[in-house]
């Protein structure tokens, strides 16, 4: 089986950090690609970021220069870096990874429970 895990979420104040971090554990052979992903109160779920195994990046425009995302291969671990919060992030936080299983060929995505996020003054 294998687990995502997240920390890191909390409330802050507009202009604020947080960092979020993911780890993933259990039966993994190799990670292809992780990423957060997050769900406002009303809204679809939409993708935030994403960082693939060759080391290419993508953001969503409405983060971009605002959050950093990065990844320990050794600890299949991926961290987003929140600066300059605004209201407007709020939201819950979704770690994703596609990955392959021990034994297995083909990838899968899982995700992790979520962590909520809240920039409020």
């Known amino acids: 089986q294998v687990q995502l895990v997240e920390s890191g979420g909390g409330l802050v104040q507009p202009g604020g950090s947080l960092r979020l971090s993911c780890a993933a554990s259990g039966s993994i052979a190799s990670i292809d690609s992780m990423a957060w992903y997050r769900q406002a109160p009303g809204k679809e779920r939409e993708s935030v970021a994403h960082i693939f195994s060759d080391g290419s990046i993508n953001y969503a425009d409405s983060v971009k220069g605002r959050f950093t995302i990065s990844r320990d291969n050794a600890k299949n671990t991926v961290y987003l870096q929140m600066n300059s919060l605004k209201p407007e992030d709020t939201a819950v936080y979704y770690c994703?990874?596609?990955?392959?299983?021990?034994?297995?060929?083909?990838?899968?995505?899982?995700w992790g429970q979520g962590t909520q996020v809240t920039v409020s003054s």
């Open positions: 994703n990874a596609r990955l392959r299983q021990r034994g297995t060929y083909f990838y899968t995505d899982y």
